[in-house]
């Protein structure tokens, strides 16, 4: 009677939860949609999401319990429709477990997609930004304000005249004094941002007026990164002041671009424009655009032999350059790996404990039914078809919440955080692997109280129901 009743509690109880974590989820959608929410409440969004699908797994287990009786009552015979009724029997237990598998795998498919949709959205940037065939670019050594050491002038003569060379591209980091403190400048060979690389947020600069004035010049513009213009809260058409030897002058911010290579950011503009105000002789990178025909690799083996000389020099052809870019990109994101693992671990322990517990609580029931001619093989069945329905109600809790948890990442909290803009993608493969580790972590739960359950003797059992 106290068991019937405590389930009883449980059951009233989950629909109290499913309305309080219906109220989360409308914080949730406030927390992001505050225009100047800032990252607190982009992390609190994710956490009021993670809550709120934990306070609706009890519920969402006793419809799905429902659902499948329905569906496979029939076809799963007494066992399994045994196995699936204890699920909803024993919710004080179930639902705990469930929640908690549920979260952790969530997290697990979440982290997965916005790795996924970061790794992606790299690989199409560095697709645009390094239209080149060979980069050459200067020691890691920075002068005073973060600046780069620019290159000797041998390096920017060796690469114009390369028998293969068809065009150099030459950009030279400097710091400026602007309003909040120094800014870093990019100023480049004067061509178009599709030709530099410059993947701009609004492709309508190209055909527009601003084109000719950010070639020529005058009126001074210039094109600021993402991170650069939420940093400091800027659009297009704002102006930017900047310190130069001629004063401050007045840039106009032409446009917008993607750059995840800073979430400081940075801004960029011609050498025309710059050198109206102040010099900047030399380079710290070149780009190098080959005749039809060459190879890139022997082009920078060859550079790299005639500029043996500098040390700390790098020549790198685009494609290794964009390896190096993802192996690093790789590297960054294996300890992710780790967590999610343990995560599900102690999720999976959690679902262990669970199990034990109930173990405990139901000698009198699997006497009782021993006793009645259920068989060992068939009460392990039992226990081991709950746990994958307990492994399978969590996977598809799961699958919405990674999603959902995935777009909060990689939309809010990844540009709150760096001011970056991440194309979300979402694949099949992370939604059917974390399915998988679900149930799997479930059933290597439920191994061991299977074979506990099934080894106790009847008349032990018996005998705590005369008890």
Do not use: C, K, N, W
């Given at each position: 009677l106290q068991r019937s009743a405590l389930e009883g509690s449980a059951r009233r109880a989950s629909l109290v939860r499913a309305a309080f974590g219906v109220l989360l989820l409308a914080f949730s959608a406030v927390a992001i949609s505050l225009p100047d929410g800032g990252l607190i409440f982009g992390y609190g969004s994710l956490l009021a999401l993670m809550l709120a699908f934990a306070c609706l797994a009890p519920l969402v287990t006793r419809g799905t319990v429902a659902l499948l009786l329905a569906l496979t009552g029939r076809i799963i015979g007494v066992v399994g429709r045994m196995a699936l009724r204890g699920i909803s029997a024993q919710l004080s237990r179930t639902g705990l477990a469930i929640a908690a598998l549920a979260v952790a795998i969530s997290m697990s498919i979440g982290v997965s997609t916005m790795i996924g949709s970061f790794r992606g959205t790299l690989v199409h940037w560095l697709e645009e930004t390094l239209p080149a065939d060979v980069y050459v670019s200067?020691?890691?050594a920075v002068a005073r304000h973060g600046a780069r050491i620019p290159l000797p002038p041998l390096v920017d003569t060796a690469c114009a005249e390369h028998p293969d060379t068809l065009r150099v591209i030459a950009n030279r980091f400097v710091e400026l004094q602007g309003p909040d403190g120094d800014v870093r400048v990019s100023v480049l060979t004067p061509a178009?941002?599709?030709?530099?690389?410059?993947p701009l947020t609004d492709p309508?600069?190209?055909?527009?007026?601003?084109?000719d004035r950010w070639l020529d010049g005058t009126p001074p513009g210039l094109l600021a990164s993402e991170p650069f213009a939420r940093r400091h809260k800027f659009e297009m058409g704002d102006t930017l002041p900047l310190r130069t030897r001629a004063g401050t002058i007045e840039f106009t911010i032409?446009?917008?671009?993607?750059?995840?290579?800073?979430?400081?950011?940075?801004?960029?503009?011609?050498?025309?424009?710059?050198?109206?105000?102040?010099?900047?002789p030399g380079s710290t990178s070149v780009a190098i655009y080959l005749r039809d025909g060459a190879d890139p690799a022997a082009v920078a083996d060859e550079l790299r032999t005639q500029l043996g000389d500098l040390p700390g020099l790098r020549v790198r052809p685009t494609r290794s350059l964009r390896d190096a870019t993802l192996e690093v990109f790789d590297r960054t994101f294996q300890v992710t790996e780790v967590i999610r693992w343990i995560a599900v671990i102690v999720a999976a322990v959690g679902v262990f404990g669970a199990l034990v517990t109930l173990e405990l609580e139901r000698v009198r029931e699997i006497g009782v039914l021993r006793a009645f001619g259920l068989t060992r093989m068939e009460w392990s069945g039992v226990v081991l078809i709950q746990t994958a329905g307990i492994g399978a109600v969590a996977g598809l809790i799961a699958l919405p919440l990674g999603v959902a948890s995935a777009a909060l990442l990689a939309v809010v909290v990844n540009e709150r955080s760096f001011g970056w803009t991440i194309d979300l993608t979402v694949t099949a493969g992370p939604l059917w692997r974390g399915f998988a580790i679900s149930v799997g972590a479930a059933l290597a739960a439920g191994v061991i109280p299977a074979l506990r359950m099934s080894r106790i003797p009847i008349s032990e059992a018996l005998r705590e129901v005369e008890s």
């Open positions: 200067a020691p890691g178009t941002p599709a030709e530099l690389g410059i309508r600069f190209e055909t527009g007026p601003d084109l032409l446009g917008i671009f993607r750059d995840y290579s800073s979430d400081l950011g940075y801004v960029a503009m011609t050498r025309t424009t710059f050198e109206h105000f102040q010099s900047a």
